[in-house]
């Protein structure tokens, strides 16, 4: 996650803070002498407002992306145009000539409450999809310009006690500090533990304490400014109101962005999980982030579409590798078959698995299927874990038999990399020579070039694919791409059903799967690689048309 040098624009143009128009001495119509406490406090504060200006950024950024997809695109958009924000900011300051404090708490009250109720209030917008980039773009410049008028304001203050270059030498430090310790907390600490919402009221509360504590350390010899109290304490109110609302507002926020009643939802370091409940049949569904992973009048097409094509070709198989797939229900079609000896399931979030073996809805569905002890739970990242399981698996030859790789769409640059041509790559090394490997693939019908570009992809790690499709009501046309080695005498289009219970594929349908339509039949894709991340554009492209 991408994180700007958040002042170097604030404090740029040295030549207008020290003009003289801003002369940097005690010649100012509100120039006391700062105390030595005082001046303690205003260098504390310098790194709580830059532990906060970044927060705001990454929050909004966050929001955004998981929203709208594409996190680079969010990122990128969304730090490129708060540093712009911070250099109007900075360059506002040359126009603000005294009353220094008072403009300084002034900018921390509406700074904390524009910044605390950012993330509430794009979610609150997302339906009416139009005012969505409007809004969050004006967030952006508000809360932007408003930091950038901090860190001016606060050197000039400063320098009242200290000379200018030693002021600026001893914000511009804190001013990293902070903006390392909002960096960091924010995706291990902040967003884990208190999510979008709360995450974001929180931070508010802290950059309001700023200016709290800022009337109380400077209101004896800046009386004027005890007046902005009622304000802040307006602001510290309504924070706090939110905060306490927070469970709330995010189900009516997520209300609005789901059709079914939510039954279930968590914030985890990985994720977003939602999971749904039709009001009158009780469908399940579940949600990763906004995108939905299954509804359950339908997932055993895809499921079975996704497992017994693969379990079925070569020999019979033993060992298998599920990547993703935390729902249990790839597994309960792969322990039908009582060749099968062992299961390694890699996914990356033990909330997902976690939850998938303890609440009734999904049990029902996936039959428990986590809790056979044939079935291995790794949480680690799929392309680490591959990567690193060669080294072990060339030393007892235990190779996978089949790899089914039952994971997300590659709807950011995260999620691309588990279908480049370096992670098939890896899978081909840990693969058997008479193993197979499947993957799903999207839809070739809304994304025909992102489906077609996996295909182009596992071909050029020297595998040889078969691609197949089914329909799936809740998905419309969904695809898969079944794979064996360049080198192996099977033919990946030539698989027969094997004898075990199943509720929808048949060794009659099995034909007619394997034919695309022109308007999804195979067109000219280029190879997706870790280096140029194509997929997941042509995979936005693709949704966005």
């Known amino acids: 996650m991408p994180a700007p040098a958040p002042r170097v624009l604030a404090l740029a143009s040295s030549d207008a803070l020290s003009s003289p128009q801003f002369p940097s001495t005690h010649s100012q119509s509100t120039g006391q002498t700062l105390t030595t406490y ?98 969050m773009y004006s967030l952006i410049l508000a809360i932007g310009t408003l930091v950038g008028l901090e860190i001016p304001l606060l050197t000039r203050i400063l320098s009242r006690s200290n000379s200018f270059s030693e002021s600026l030498a001893h914000v511009l430090s804190l001013d990293y500090i902070g903006a390392l310790i909002g960096s960091i907390a924010f995706p291990l600490l902040l967003l884990p533990s208190l999510g979008l919402f709360r995450s974001s009221f929180a931070i508010g509360l802290l950059n309001i304490s700023v200016a709290i504590i800022a009337i109380a350390m400077l209101g004896r010899t800046h009386p004027a400014i005890r007046r902005f109290l009622k304000y802040a304490i307006l602001v510290i109110a309504l924070l706090f109101s939110g905060l306490l609302a927070s469970s709330w507002i995010t189900t009516f926020a997520e209300g609005q962005l789901f059709a079914n009643e939510i039954i279930y939802s968590e914030q985890t370091p990985y994720q977003r999980i939602v999971l749904t409940s039709h009001p009158r049949n009780g469908e399940v569904r579940l949600y990763l982030d906004g995108h939905l992973q299954f509804a359950g009048s339908d997932e055993y097409r895809y499921h079975e579409s996704l497992v017994h094509p693969v379990m079925s070709i070569g020999k019979t198989p033993r060992r298998i590798l599920v990547l993703g797939g935390g729902d249990g229900l790839a597994i309960r079609e792969i322990l039908k078959f009582q060749s099968v000896e062992s299961i390694d399931l ?88 008479d193993g197979a490997f499947v993957t799903q693939s999207g839809s070739p019908f809304i994304t025909r070039e992102a489906f077609w570009c996996v295909a182009e992809t596992m071909e050029a790690a020297d595998f040889r694919v078969a691609s197949y499709q089914t329909h799936l009501n809740s998905f419309g046309e969904w695809g898969f791409h079944l794979a064996v080695k360049g080198s192996s005498d099977m033919d990946p289009s030539l698989f027969k059903l094997a004898s075990v219970p199943r509720r929808y594929l048949s060794d009659e349908l099995l034909p007619s799967l394997r034919v695309f339509p022109s308007d999804t039949e195979r067109v000219v894709s280029p190879v997706n690689s870790l280096f140029e991340p194509k997929l997941y554009m042509l995979y936005e492209a693709g949704l966005n048309r």
């Open 346 to 433: 890699v996914d990356i979030d033990p909330s997902m698995t976690a939850l998938s073996a303890r609440a009734n809805p999904l049990r029902k569905l996936n039959g428990e299927s986590l809790a056979d002890p044939r079935v291995h739970l790794i949480h680690e990242d799929a392309f680490n874990y591959v990567r690193e399981a060669y080294g072990r698996l060339s030393k007892s030859g235990d190779w996978y038999d089949c790899i089914i790789a039952d994971l997300p769409d590659p709807h950011n640059e995260v999620l691309n990399k588990l279908y480049c041509k370096e992670f098939y790559g890896l899978m081909h090394r840990v693969l058997a020579d």
């Open 38 to 135: 005082q001046t303690g406090w205003l260098l504390l504060s310098v790194l709580i407002v830059a532990l906060c200006g970044i927060a705001y950024e990454l929050i909004i950024a966050a929001v955004s992306s998981y929203l709208l997809g594409n996190s680079i695109a969010q990122f990128s958009i969304t730090i490129g145009l708060f540093m712009f924000a911070m250099g109007i900011g900075s360059y506002l300051t040359k126009f603000i000539h005294e009353h220094l404090v008072e403009r300084f708490i002034q900018i921390e009250i509406a700074v904390a409450l524009v910044g605390g109720i950012s993330a509430a209030l794009l979610f609150v917008v997302f339906p009416y999809y139009a005012l969505y980039k409007p809004v």
